[in-house]
């Protein structure tokens, strides 16, 4: 070998051995640099002609670990879901509080049941109704907070939604243009940019908001879609859009979240949107979705329920006990019903007319099976009643007034043959005596028959949204009032679901909808409606109660009725005391009866029947009971989404170690490196030395 050949080799050993130095202190500076990946250096034979002329670099190398990449961004995004519901079912237990805590949903209504009790020992004591109306007001309002708590809550989650769609746009935007520069750079020899790090932290910072793959290309691009292998990024960028409500309520129809793909050169889309909320798996977003269209709407439609199961037996009570003295007027409220529709009432039902003293004046005892149509109940009052009471329905509303000084108007069931319509008594009804009242109806048993007069004005249209368990609008669809009877319109909606569900009549006049087996779990929204029943305003998804607004809306707007709540004396806490020898001038009605009080008092234990709703099986039990199934689903929840949070967490720590023991730094090796890399330096640079000796002996020589 030459003395020129030795010399380039010792040159090649000191050139490669400086830059295997320099990757390795830049190891080193960068040990905790979030994101960077190690670099190693693969040295190779210098050949030229057929000949070993020394050492070269062959490549950088970044060190990457596909598989540990993948499960770190995996875990990242089912880390992020875990952690958005832990956070939001712990805000909810917060919200109905402990099972134990003093202010907890069942604490409020077993006071109110407690008081109600007490209320029965002394129904003549002004302190016990107060107390009582008091213990009931405060536990109304409760619920009535907790309900428009969760739609906080819902608006909440929206705005983080909301906020998270512009971070993951940026995301996409920044990987895109990264994309585009390690393109150029890999092209041109430089296969570990430290554009790389920068657009792998940019794919990890993605992962936390949904769940993504990644496919690296050869040209050193990387593609990026969803995991049910929707694409956000390949030769196309893309970006989320979503038009963001401003406020959230019980009847907010959220808008679809869309994918469209873009032109970033052209600034154009490229094709027609892609909804998203049924492709998203995991990450933030996901979590966020649950929560406002599946989590929090199951709450607020529980609280409905059990709402309005207070609200019937309270105002059941109400309505077949009387003030003393009674009221001059009982005045119900927009049913919605017009005086031609059937009365379809059974059973008997007592009005009398009684003074100051408790005194009967007169009344009447009717059957209402006799009667055909709401205007034929208005005659047949008026005319029993003789003038010492007028009967009058306008817009809906019955109302009964007494005549005469004094007098006031009273009503009870007939303890044999109650009356009935759609489960509930006359005066129940009609809300010619109630106790509370709400936002939305306590009740949508209508009670009408499939054969009966529709009662809407022909053309009005009602549009609707099917929208399934996981967000995903599942099918829009509209109907238009035609036809003549409640069978037609059940027909009409049910064509226009097109077989996404199913609308059915039951015998109480209750209009159910049944998602289809396919979509099981999917609820129905109202995004309008212009129909009207006849001049009463009440369209037809507030008269059947369509659409799950209307059953969260049964816990909002809560309240004692005004006059009882500023007098207690009007609460109505006796009953008639009738009988077929009663006549006028016997006393009926006395201040220390409390046969009212002890009904109101039976309501705490009482069985009813609660449907089943927002994930919650009903059946018959007592309010208490349901109330306590309430607390316990929403513990269950959040103790779930913490246990998940923290094995998340576990193996998202567990993935990103393992990543990091692969593709870190490590200082001991790194060190270890530069030695042997500065040894093979020094070596390099003494070869040359001896060269130059040697040519200097030679020199001399000659």
């Not at 007001?137 to 989650?157: E, G, K, P």
């Not at 408790?358 to 003038?387: E, F, Y």
């Not at 399934?468 to 003549?484: C, E, H, K, L, P």
Request: charged fraction near 15%; aromatic fraction near 4%.
């Amino acid at each position: 070998m030459s003395l020129n050949s030795i010399l380039n080799t010792a040159t090649s050993g000191l050139q490669s051995n400086q830059t295997a130095l320099r990757v390795t202190s830049n190891n080193i500076a960068n040990v905790n640099t979030q994101g960077y990946h190690r670099r190693a250096v693969d040295f190779g034979p210098q050949v030229t002609a057929g000949k070993l002329h020394g050492v070269q670099i062959d490549e950088v190398r970044r060190i990457a670990d596909d598989f540990l990449a993948r499960e770190a961004t995996s875990s990242t995004g089912a880390l992020g879901k875990a952690d958005v519901l832990a956070s939001y079912f712990k805000r909810v237990q917060d919200l109905v509080g402990s099972l134990n805590g003093g202010s907890s949903l069942d604490s409020r209504i077993s006071g109110a049941m407690t008081a109600l009790t007490q209320l029965s020992v002394d129904p003549a004591s002004l302190a016990r109704r107060s107390s009582a109306l008091s213990a009931v007001t405060s536990a109304m309002s409760s619920i009535s907070a907790m309900a428009a708590n969760v739609q906080t809550l819902r608006q909440d989650a929206n705005a983080q939604l909301t906020t998270d769609v512009s971070s993951v746009n940026g995301l996409l935007a920044k990987i895109y243009e990264l994309n585009t520069k390690v393109k150029i750079a890999v092209g041109g020899g430089d296969t570990s940019t430290a554009l790389l790090d920068q657009r792998d932290m940019a794919v990890a910072d993605l992962s936390k908001y949904l769940d993504i793959r990644t496919f690296d290309q050869s040209d050193g691009r990387v593609f990026v879609a969803l995991g049910d292998g929707t694409s956000l990024i390949n030769d196309l960028s893309s970006e989320l859009r979503y038009v963001s409500p401003t406020a959230v309520a019980s009847s907010t129809s959220f808008p679809s979240l869309n994918l469209q793909r873009t032109n970033p050169e052209g600034g154009t889309d490229a094709g027609p949107p892609t909804a998203l909320e049924g492709r998203i798996r995991s990450g933030e977003i996901r979590g966020l979705i649950d929560l406002r269209d599946k989590a929090l709407p199951d709450l607020a439609e529980q609280l409905g329920a059990l709402a309005s199961s207070i609200t019937e037996q309270l105002n059941a009570v109400h309505n077949d006990s009387s003030a003393v003295p009674p009221p001059a007027s009982l005045n119900g409220r927009n049913t919605g019903l017009s005086a031609g529709d059937a009365l379809n009432f059974s059973g008997r039902a007592t009005v009398a007319v009684v003074d100051s003293q408790g005194k009967l004046v007169q009344r009447l005892d009717l059957d209402l099976s006799t009667l055909s149509t709401v205007a034929d109940l208005v005659n047949a009052i008026n005319a029993g009643l003789g003038g010492t009471a007028t009967a009058s329905f306008s817009n809906g509303a019955l109302s009964i007034a007494a005549a005469g000084a004094g007098n006031g108007v009273a009503m009870m069931q007939d303890p044999a043959t109650p009356a009935s319509r759609g489960g509930r008594g006359l005066s129940q009804f009609f809300g010619l005596n109630d106790l509370v009242s709400g936002a939305s109806p306590s009740s949508f048993a209508t009670g009408v028959a499939a054969a009966d007069a529709h009662g809407f004005t022909p053309g009005g249209t009602a549009q609707f949204v099917l929208r399934g368990a996981d967000g995903a609008v599942i099918r829009n669809f509209s109907m238009t009032v035609g036809g003549a009877t409640v069978a037609d319109v059940v027909t009409d909606l049910n064509t226009a679901a097109a077989g996404t569900a199913t609308f059915a009549l039951d015998a109480n006049g209750n209009l159910s909808m049944t998602p289809s087996g396919a979509y099981a779990g999917a609820r129905l929204e109202v995004t309008n409606d212009t129909t009207a029943r006849g001049t009463t305003g009440v369209g037809l998804s507030q008269f059947f109660g369509l659409g799950t607004a209307m059953r969260q809306n049964q816990a909002a707007g809560l309240s004692v009725r005004s006059d009882i709540a500023a007098n207690g004396s009007k609460l109505a806490l006796a009953q008639l005391d009738l009988s077929a020898s009663t006549v006028v001038g016997d006393r009926v009605l006395g201040i220390s009866d409390n046969r009212g009080a002890v009904r109101l008092a039976q309501i705490a234990n009482a069985a009813v029947s609660i449907s089943n709703v927002g994930g919650l099986a009903g059946g018959q039990m007592s309010i208490s009971d349901y109330t306590a199934l309430i607390m316990s689903k929403q513990s269950d929840a959040l103790n779930t989404a913490a246990s998940e949070s923290v094995f998340r967490q576990d193996v998202h720590e567990e993935a990103v170690s393992r990543r990091t023991a692969v593709e870190g730094v490590n200082l001991d090796e790194e060190l270890s490196n530069m030695m042997i890399f500065q040894q093979a330096y020094n070596a390099s640079a003494r070869l040359i030395s001896v060269v130059q000796q040697m040519y200097d002996t030679l020199l001399n020589a000659v």
